[in-house]
């Protein structure tokens, strides 16, 4: 068991790591003043010395954001808390952050986020902030025995905890957050499951997919339900050990062939050496086998259900022409399926090159070669490119390409994680601006100039509480923001937390007028949320706009 729980440490670990690589690249000017964090951690009311405190910078409700190669990765601030249980993170730039506690056996009172348990902090230039205080409670224990059909241990299959909803099924299958827990079964088939916050769960052991590292196991809640629907809930209590949860799993049933081939749309010809990829609609399974020389594919223990096959990957050896296939949907119902047939196009593409309007500022074209571009088809599809001159990215030079595009109106879009400060303002075509490109089938568009703007406002506001109340223990503001007029970003709405004090900064921000809707996120499923407040601001160069929001906990949420 030692070794799945060094894997999990090691996770958590790497996330704060990689949420501060990512943030390193916007962070606020050094020449600011810095400012200090401090507080102190307690376990049943005395203080927790040893506690490691780390700080990531707040970067939305993404657990791990998207990583670029070549970005220098910093450690985290950490401190760790003194025989007082006291600690103090120093030098830290102004922004909005994450002080996190990392205490895998302890449940952080108030703190439903188990991955990054802790608090949202937004630090003005010089701000000393104090009394950011955890408080610790040993976490309740789940642990059994994970078993065969014929009573045998199962070594090393994952074994999940699932938070069920009001109904007692687990939550929305596709939320990361859902299983926020992930470890395995040792040489005796046992496993334990730590650090738990006190409340309902089902358990599961084997794989959402069938066969694909579970052992050939299909997921089974405890004690021996393939069905969710018929699962037994698990209740524990604040250090309780829930024990002899044990889980009897179902083997996965035989499944069928699919096979296939890839052709020339135009020749007719196979095409071979590229890789095919199938998507069900009920289950989180994936494949991706390659083309044979007469460009034919096989898909192996296949389950019954709907699917649609594609081609992921091109073969990198034709020569660099753009290529896209069609979606050819099939059902799997009681027997093998052949027959497939996956008709390859020449795709068109997009080149051109990138400036920022009103700036050669070489540090700012810098910038530029973080952004990500994706092209947006009439159906609203999103696709970049995975192909070599064409790979949706800006080159130094300031040039680049999108590739493999589809017929149809299509238009350009940045993608997430744009830095900060970095906004697309509009596309030309040979001088002329434009909203979309009439793509036809094997187009070479050249002549287009990407202009994007550069801004570094800043919005500073506070929430108060009307009439002097306070909101349930636990709730969480968010402030969502967004460009009027800015539809060429996938990320176009954004979002920072108000910490406890009820401040919140939004930084980076190009010239517009921004619509801010704040949201408090309730407690609990069922608790009433108040009405959102919303504001709009106008924001000119760098300035610095001061703007507060007034909450009224009785002003309840109307449907929408």
């Known amino acids: 068991m030692k070794r799945i729980t060094r894997h999990i440490l090691l996770l958590i670990c790497l996330t704060v790591l990689i949420a501060v690589a990512v943030c390193a690249q916007t962070s606020p000017a050094s020449n600011k003043a810095a400012g200090t964090i401090s507080g102190r951690v307690t376990s049943d009311g005395a203080g927790a010395p040893g506690a490691q405190v780390m700080l990531k910078p707040y970067v939305g409700d993404s657990v791990i954001p998207l990583i670029r190669s070549g970005v220098e990765q910093p450690p985290a601030p950490s401190a760790t808390t003194d025989a007082e249980g006291r600690y103090q993170l120093t030098n830290v730039a102004p922004g909005a952050y994450r002080v996190l506690i990392f205490a895998p056996v302890y449940v952080v009172e108030g703190e439903r986020d188990p991955l990054m348990a802790g608090k949202t902090i937004n630090v003005a230039e010089g701000d000393n902030v104090e009394g950011v205080d955890f408080s610790l409670t040993r976490g309740a224990v789940i642990t059994g025995k994970v078993t065969d059909e014929n009573g045998r241990p199962v070594i090393a299959t994952p074994v999940n905890v699932y ?3 009001v109904y007692g099924y687990r939550r929305d299958h596709s939320s990361f957050y859902s299983s926020f827990y992930r470890w395995e079964t040792d040489d005796r088939g046992v496993y334990r499951i730590f650090g738990l916050e006190p409340g309902r769960y089902l358990v599961a052991a084997g794989s959402d997919s069938a066969g694909e590292g579970a052992g050939g196991y299909r997921l089974t809640y405890h004690p021996d339900a393939a069905d969710e629907t018929k699962a037994r809930v698990v209740e524990v209590s604040g250090g309780e050990e829930a024990s002899n949860i044990d889980i009897k799993v179902t083997p996965s049933a035989k499944g069928y062939v699919v096979t296939g081939r890839v052709v020339d749309a135009d020749s007719g010809e196979p095409v071979p050496g590229v890789t095919v990829g199938y998507t ?10 390659m083309t044979n020389a007469l460009g034919e594919f096989r898909f192996d223990d296949m389950s019954p259900d709907s699917y649609r096959a594609y081609v992921i990957y091109f073969n990198k050896d034709d020569g660099g022409v753009p290529m896209f296939s069609d ?72 040039t680049f390409k ?59 506001g506070r929430v108060e509480v009307k009439g002097g109340s306070s909101l349930p223990a636990g709730a969480r503001m968010k402030v969502s923001y967004r ?22 900064f939004i930084e980076g ?52």
């Open 327 to 398: 979606e050819v949907k099939f059902e799997v119902v009681d027997r093998d399926v052949s027959g497939l047939e996956i008709r390859n196009h020449r795709g068109a593409t997009i080149s051109g090159v990138v400036a920022i309007e009103g700036s050669n500022d070489t540090s700012l074209r810098a910038k530029l070669a973080q952004v990500s571009l994706f092209a947006r088809g009439e159906s609203g599809r999103v696709g970049f490119i995975v192909r070599p001159g064409g790979n949706g990215t800006i080159s130094p030079n300031g």
């Open 163 to 165: 938070t069920p909803n």
């Open 402 to 460: 999108l590739s493999n595009l589809q017929p149809g109106k299509t238009s350009i879009m940045t993608g997430f994680y744009t830095p900060k400060g970095i906004a697309l303002l509009r596309v030309e075509h040979n001088g002329v601006e434009v909203k979309e490109f009439d793509v036809n089938a094997g187009d070479q568009i050249t002549g287009v100039r990407l202009v994007f703007t550069y801004g570094n406002g800043v919005i500073a």
């Open 509 to 560: 921000l190009t010239q517009g007028t921004y619509k801010l809707s704040l949201n408090v996120v309730p407690v609990s499923e069922n608790a009433v949320k108040p009405s959102r407040v919303e504001q709009v601001v106008s924001v000119a160069g760098e300035g610095r706009h001061e703007v507060t929001f007034i909450v009224d906990p009785e002003a309840k949420e109307k449907d929408r």
């Open 483 to 504: 460009r009027e007029g800015d539809s060429a970003n996938l990320d176009a709405i954004k979002v920072v937390e108000v910490d406890g004090r009820g401040q919140f």
């Open 280 to 289: 069900p609609t009920t289950q989180v399974r994936t494949g991706r086998p």
